[in-house]
């Protein structure tokens, strides 16, 4: 297999009947069987994982387009790396690391856009307006894009996708103790925004 088409209705959109034979199969029997280049088990694969790996890297990299490219080569890593699959992480905890690095990757090479400011959008101009035009849960998205990359990141990983400290540790290749410092200072910051908006 050479090339691999992920994208909503491409080659890897299959039918029902194609991935419902390992819908209840377990991440490990579905890597060894993509080690063993089963197709089948890669579509099953892609199916259980690709809307939660698009919202990391759509969150890391802001750029739908770049998303679907980046959630492309992360399978396609997956496809051709099956077999070195270290079953000490979770399946999903792997996934998550090698978007990061693809999304991380990614955003170094863009030349339109500053490196810490890819995902951060403009503050509204009257935050006591905005919270009363929009819910409760869009004011802590907005005060999450005010966060640093690095405090949103280990919140984004820890809230969005259930990831313990060991995890996130993993992910984004840092100690424990570092997680947790920024996990502190993240959650502080967020509930002065919160408060503010």
Not at 84 to 90: G, I, K, M, T, V
Not at 96 to 117: F, G, N, P, Q
Not at 175 to 196: C, D, I, N
Request: one cysteine or more; a positive charge.
């Amino acid at each position: 297999m050479t090339t691999v088409c992920l994208r909503e209705g491409g080659a890897a959109t299959s039918p029902k009947w194609a991935t419902a034979a390992y819908e209840n199969s377990s991440d490990k029997t579905l890597i060894r069987r993509i080690a063993a280049g089963d197709q089948s088990a890669m579509r099953a694969l892609f199916a259980r994982y690709r809307v939660r790996v698009y919202r990391w890297l759509l969150r890391l990299v802001d750029d739908e387009s770049l998303a679907e490219d980046l959630l492309s080569e992360v399978f396609l890593d997956l496809w051709r790396h099956a077999a070195s699959f270290e079953a000490r992480l979770s399946l999903s905890t792997w996934l998550l690391a090698i978007a990061r690095h693809k999304a991380l990757s990614a955003r170094r090479r863009r030349t339109d856009a500053e490196l810490d400011e890819a995902t951060v959008s403009t503050v509204p101009d009257d935050p006591k307006v905005t919270l009363h035009k929009k819910s409760r849960a869009e004011a802590l998205r907005q005060s999450l894009l005010q966060l640093s990359p690095d405090h949103r990141e280990v919140i984004d990983l820890a809230y969005y996708h259930g990831k313990s400290v060991k995890e996130i540790a993993e992910i984004v290749s840092i100690s424990e103790a570092t997680v947790k410092t920024r996990m502190f200072y993240a959650r502080r910051k967020l509930a002065e925004l919160v408060e503010t908006t």
